[in-house]
């Protein structure tokens, strides 16, 4: 039952509301710190090399930690949540840094998906433009790193990730090579459901890039020639 069923309920709207108020931070953002290592753009695996399109560039990440310390609630981070903004394309020092909590989704029209004849929807639009952290640990096993991974963050608790993620993206046609650019990430938040609409089952997330000062970066043609901590072998 949704809480709004709940609150429609003779009496037990004034339980459910003062259990809202006991539930101090839940609602307070989880932030994620990570930050770009570089470009390249092949890497051989046992089943063969694999290469990025001629109009693309892999884009090298390490998710250093994720902090859960201002909730009272776990927060479970998915790598493959992450995502590159191709509309969002920033350079320079002091790039990719959230500095506010990714904003709600606003309601909408449950038919809001549906688009005049001729246009394309603005949901698909969205999605186009991004480029997910592929759930593929290939690149971490054949770079011989730690892969970002799936991690349930308990409550009021900062939980070292120090694993790598790749993606690839087109290169951006704007008259400077890619190792200038910074490529922010993003979080597409988990949606909950309730009876009436979807809603957020993550609260807000900060992405905080932790070399924000940086202005450029390595980009070697084969990967295993960036700088990367390699596990014990």
Not at 35 to 43: A, D, P
Not at 90 to 105: R, V
Request: glycine content about 8%; proline content about 7%; hydrophobic content about 40%.
């Amino acid at each position: 039952m949704s809480f709004r069923l709940y609150q429609a309920l003779p009496g037990v709207g004034a339980l459910a509301a003062a259990l809202a108020g006991c539930t101090g931070n839940s609602a307070a953002p989880a932030s994620i710190d990570y930050h770009q290592i570089g470009f390249c753009n092949t890497y051989a695996t046992p089943g063969g090399e694999r290469a990025a399109k001629p109009d693309e560039v892999f884009i090298v990440y390490k998710i250093d930690a994720v902090d859960n310390t201002k909730r009272n609630a776990d927060f479970t981070f998915l790598p493959t949540r992450l995502y590159v903004d191709r509309a969002i394309v920033k350079e320079g020092a002091g790039a990719g840094t959230n500095k506010a909590p990714l904003a709600a989704k606003p309601e909408t029209n449950r038919m809001g998906w549906v688009a005049q004849t001729g246009e394309t929807p603005e949901w698909i639009a969205k999605l186009g433009s991004r480029r997910f952290i592929p759930n593929d640990t290939s690149f971490a096993q054949a770079m011989g790193v730690r892969a970002a991974s799936a991690t349930v963050v308990p409550a009021s608790v900062k939980t070292a990730i120090n694993g790598y993620s790749m993606v690839a993206v087109v290169n951006p046609d704007e008259g400077r090579p890619a190792e200038q650019i910074f490529f922010s990430l993003n979080y597409d938040r988990q949606e909950g459901e309730d009876l009436i609409e979807s809603v957020p089952a993550d609260p807000p997330v900060i992405l905080n890039n932790t070399t924000a000062a940086q202005t450029s970066w390595p980009h070697p043609a084969n990967c295993r020639d960036l700088a990367l901590d390699k596990l014990a072998s």
